[in-house]
């Protein structure tokens, strides 16, 4: 269990708060919060002469608490909006707004193609984190050739993805309770032990978070019986585009995951439907490049440290820093994974056109031999073609078929409908 911090007694706290430290402790404080530490790191930290770590903790608590506003006052629910997270979010509208400044027809095509790619691992990542056992490539498998789910994992993923090409579709809708249920619906359809706990509330509190190794309580939600003025609050917060103290849109997209993921309000897919309900919320908001970000791959990766920033909100009175910071830097690494992931696919079009210099190719077949080099084992459908490049049937049929004559692909039978194309061996030689 994660230890609690020192109690701080009233008075020492308002004399912290209203006197404040001596200016050698000063940058001590300012670089625990640019991070957002917990109790568990700032009582290691090394102190001058005459400080205590129960000392340097109440000058951190004194220096949060005068910049803390509620932002859910019936739980008691607060946060500090640190300079550091306020430095994050102007980064992000910088980069968010810049990142595709021209919009020409080539970077169009491009744009698809990153986004497939994206959804897919959205989908995968957060459907992982629940428990989906499968590889990429099987999952990325199904997806692109719309294979039906064959197993409880791949039907998380597919509903994910589903989920989350709806949301792509109708994010300029408000937030309603059926829309809510909906959501959840789409998310859980046919993997849930009770399939009738599909697109429903639970109706009893028979329900709490535990550590999955130690089989310890850690979270106990609200009860059942508050849900529907839990729906009430989380929808006015979602829609509300003029509220009276001004969050930051970043922020407050964290905020309605966080509010969700407190409540628990289904028997199952709680991290699911909340993780969709950020990715809504920020492309309701026009930060449209999430779109092309898998977010859910960064938390994935760092999954105690995201369910310890949950914990850390509950054990130091319901400061919700801990979970805000966290999902910056999650979100702050996304985006250079975004960035990397683009070059690279640069650098291999660009890669592409050896093969354009060789022969009679043009780029989209560049392209799919590009792919058939870095993946051999890769299978080729016209299906793949038109929804990578944005083409009719008739073009990329064509282009498979130019390049089954000219010997760099062969044709095979997948089922008696669908014809699939694979690398030749003159490839190889290239």
């Not at 990542?125 to 050739?145: C, D, N």
């Not at 032990?193 to 109706?203: C, L």
Request: glycine share 4%; hydrophobic share 35%; proline share 3%.
């Amino acid at each position: 269990m994660i230890e609690l911090p020192p109690k701080i007694d009233k008075k020492t706290l308002v004399n912290a708060i209203i006197k404040g430290c001596n200016a050698e402790i000063v940058p001590i404080i300012d670089k625990i919060n640019t991070s957002y530490e917990y109790w568990d790191k700032v009582k290691y930290k090394s102190l001058p002469q005459g400080y205590t770590p129960q000392m340097l903790w109440t000058f951190v608590k004194a220096s949060r608490i005068k910049g803390m506003i509620s932002v859910w006052e019936k739980y008691g629910i607060n946060l500090c909006i640190t300079n550091q997270m306020q430095r994050m979010c102007h980064d992000f509208d910088m980069k968010f707004g810049g990142f595709w400044e021209d919009d020409n027809k080539s970077q169009n095509s491009e744009k698809k193609y990153y986004l497939s790619s994206s959804l897919m691992e959205e989908a995968i990542y957060s459907s992982k984190m629940e428990g989906a056992s499968t590889t990429r490539v099987i999952a990325k498998e199904m997806l692109r050739k719309k294979k039906t789910p064959q197993n409880k994992a791949q039907q998380m993923i597919a509903n994910n993805y589903n989920t989350i090409q709806y949301i792509v579709a109708h994010k300029n809708e408000p937030l309603t309770e059926e829309g809510l249920l909906y959501i959840h619906r789409l998310m859980t359809e046919k993997t849930l032990d009770n399939p009738d706990d599909a697109g429903h509330f639970r109706t009893n509190d028979k329900i709490v978070v535990a550590d999955m190794v130690e089989g310890d309580i850690i979270y106990t939600p609200p009860s059942f019986k508050e849900i529907p003025e839990f729906v009430e609050t989380l929808c006015d917060f979602f829609n509300n585009d003029n509220p009276q103290t001004f969050i930051h849109p970043i922020i407050r997209g964290i905020i309605v995951h966080f509010m969700l993921a407190f409540m628990h309000p289904f028997v199952d897919g709680n991290g699911r439907t909340a993780r969709a309900l950020f990715y809504w919320y920020m492309l309701k908001e026009n930060y449209n490049l999430t779109e092309y970000m898998s977010i859910s791959r960064v938390i994935s990766k760092s999954k105690a440290s995201y369910e310890k920033s949950f914990r850390y909100t509950e054990n130091d009175g319901n400061d919700m820093g801990y979970f805000v910071a966290y999902n910056l830097r999650a979100l702050e690494i996304s985006f250079q994974q975004l960035r990397d992931y683009i070059l690279r696919k640069q650098r291999e079009k660009k890669t592409a056109t050896t093969f354009m210099i060789s022969g009679n190719i043009n780029q989209r077949q560049a392209l799919v031999l590009q792919r058939l080099t870095d993946e051999p084992d890769t299978i080729f459908t016209v299906k793949d073609l038109q929804e990578q490049f944005s083409i009719s049937s008739m073009t990329a049929r064509k282009d498979l078929s130019d390049l089954v004559q000219q010997g760099y692909l062969t044709e095979i039978a997948i089922n008696k409908v669908t014809r699939g194309y694979i690398k030749t061996k003159d490839l190889s030689k290239e």
